[in-house]
């Protein structure tokens, strides 16, 4: 399977034990996630939180609470990929990954899809959302200058488009940025682009980081899709944002 995902190729795993099992194997690396424990014999996940910059955003799902696919559920953490879903206690369920400067794309859920109960959120509706993310057309790239940035200084990075189709593709694209205390906010779009077949494009694009902006952690994302709901692909990268300006590569505050 690592010799799938080196190709460039999407794969989905699920399964409550996949982690106990594989977390020590090379092909565990591959989804950006930690591994954190097994969880209960019973009562683990009675509802999924689709997490803010993910493909699952803003759905909900119950779970079949307490029955047999809720026997010892993985739990695990953020290790360089995207965290899908929260149960109710704030353990991670699920994670999404496309690491910058790799072409695979990889989907981990700790529970059963076919667990999942649809209600306002569908399990059709994620299915989407999966083979979009993972089989995409559009492969869109982020590469940040740097990612330590002072206060009122400035963010920098490159960016590129791909079409890997041999027809047209219209898509829509945006960023946003990812806050310290997990606020997602708007950037810039959406904004309609057109590729023809093969074509790709690239660009720089600087942000100014305002002189208050909060001290921490934040994750800056840049999507493709199709409106409302259809993400095509999405890239990401962390930076810090620490105190004071910065001159000749010295913080200008003690």
Not at 40 to 53: F, H, P
Not at 59 to 79: C, K, R, S, T, W
Not at 172 to 192: C, E, F, K, N, Q
Request: overall charge negative; charged content about 15%; proline content about 6%.
């Amino acid at each position: 399977m690592t010799s799938f995902l080196d190709d460039g190729c999407g794969l989905y795993i699920e399964g409550n034990d996949f982690g106990m099992h594989h977390h020590a194997c090379s092909l565990y690396g591959y989804f950006g996630c930690a591994y954190l424990g097994d969880g209960n014999n019973y009562y683990n996940v009675a509802r999924l939180d689709g997490q803010a910059g993910s493909l699952a955003e803003g759905m909900v799902f119950h779970m079949l609470y307490g029955q047999e696919p809720d026997i010892f559920p993985d739990e695990i953490g953020n290790a360089g990929g995207a965290l899908l879903f929260l149960s109710q206690d704030g353990i991670g369920r699920g994670v999404q990954h496309s690491p910058l400067g790799y072409e695979y794309r990889a989907i981990h859920l700790t529970v059963p899809f076919g667990a999942l109960i649809d209600e306002e959120s569908t399990k059709s509706q994620l299915m989407a959302r999966y083979v979009d993310f993972l089989w995409s057309t559009i492969h869109v790239g982020v590469d940040p200058d740097t990612t330590l940035i002072p206060q009122g200084g400035i963010l920098e990075y490159d960016w590129s488009l791909v079409n890997n189709s041999g027809v047209p593709q219209s898509v829509w694209a945006r960023s946003r940025v990812r806050l310290p205390g997990g606020t997602v906010l708007p950037l810039l779009g959406p904004v309609p682009v057109t590729l023809g077949p093969g074509q790709q494009v690239s660009g720089h694009r600087v942000h100014g980081v305002p002189a208050n902006a909060p001290i921490g952690e934040y994750v800056y994302i840049v999507e493709v899709g199709v409106p409302p709901d259809s993400l095509i692909d999405q890239a990401r990268f962390a930076f810090s944002v620490e105190s004071g300006m910065r001159v000749d590569g010295a913080s200008g505050s003690d």
